[in-house]
């Protein structure tokens, strides 16, 4: 168990004032057996004339808030405290029929299933499948949990991961052409692999606990991702449920993972999103800035501020 404490900072800055519309923000993480939110909150620069929350198709918690303050700078900052439970790779039970590959879902979860087994990008000259299948043996019969660790493992050892600020993710076809790209291009990339194989994934927003972003950790590994938000992958597997897949960092589990927003499109899981009326050059530009501490890393006054939380 950890408590992890996440401030996010975003500031959009213009070159004179702007008026804003609607923004949807997608930064409170969601609660589960494996990770309890304890304690959140979200100041913004200037003060909303409106905000309200809502849940999305995907139970996602959605902060909605509107403006009637013009501005030069819009500024979004999040906090929250949280108990992580780690789950680690040993830990899943699958059930019998699902310990190997191929292997059917059950008519049962099929309907809530299918749309997060569909192909959602185009892969025409089957590259992307072609990678998928050469993790499976050559008896065509695979250890579930092997091969998706072998996967992850893969994208960790043989990709660059190159930071982009600009939005958008790679299409899979290029990522592989290309060797390199981001926690999202890495997640959408095995996202789809593994639905080429007939499994349920998803798309998984939220943050890395990284020491000193990228520091060496107990493994003797270095983490990438820290200091923005992350991005990874979660599969369907039956009897043990939904597990995460960070094929960034080559973890198998939840361990230093912090799930906000999950979605079947990357598109539906965007942390932060809204819109503003200016001259097209009064944008100047946009500055995130993501820190996750540890509880022995917080100073007394947070400390204290958990305890009665």
């Known amino acids: 168990m950890s408590i992890l404490t996440v401030r996010h900072l975003t500031t959009y800055r213009y ?43 995907f139970g996602n918690s959605v902060g909605v808030v509107n403006f009637t303050t013009r501005a030069r700078e819009l500024c979004f900052a999040s906090r929250i405290i949280l108990d992580h439970r780690p789950v680690e790779e040993l830990d899943f039970r699958l059930e019998e029929h699902a310990r190997s590959l191929p292997f059917s879902y059950s008519t049962d979860e099929m309907p809530d299933l299918a749309r997060s087994i569909e192909r959602h990008t185009p892969d025409p000259d089957r590259v992307v499948d072609r ?29 660059t991961y190159v930071p982009r600020e600009q939005r958008g993710i790679q299409e899979p076809v290029r990522t592989l ?15 789809e692999a593994v639905r080429s194989l007939g499994l349920a994934a998803r798309f998984v927003s939220g943050y890395i606990y990284s020491p000193g972003h990228d520091a060496t950790l107990r493994e003797g590994r270095t983490l990438v991702g820290g200091g923005s938000t992350h991005a990874w992958v979660r599969v369907y597997l039956p009897g043990a449920g939904w597990v995460e897949f960070d094929p960034t960092n080559g973890i198998v589990g939840n361990r230093d993972l912090i799930r906000v927003a999950v979605a079947r499109d990357p598109g539906q899981a965007v ?39």
């Not at 579930?144 to 990709?159: N, S, W």
């Open 15 to 57: 070159r004179q004032p702007v008026s804003f519309g609607e923004h949807r923000m997608m930064l409170r993480p969601r609660a589960g057996h494996d990770q309890r939110l304890l304690k959140a909150r979200i100041d913004i620069t200037p003060e909303p004339s409106q905000i309200w929350w809502v849940h999305d198709v």
């Open 131 to 159: 990678w998928a299948r050469s993790f499976l043996n050559r008896s065509g019969l695979t250890g579930t949990l092997d091969l998706l660790a072998a996967m992850t493992h893969a994208v960790r050892r043989d990709f």
């Open 177 to 191: 052409q290309l060797g390199s790209g981001t926690c999202r291009d890495f997640a959408l990339l095995m996202m």
């Open 271 to 309: 942390p932060l999103h809204g819109t503003w009326k200016g001259r097209p050059d009064d944008a100047l530009d946009m500055d995130v800035s993501v820190t996750v501490t540890a509880e022995s890393e917080l100073v007394p006054a947070v400390q204290a501020e958990r305890e009665q939380a």
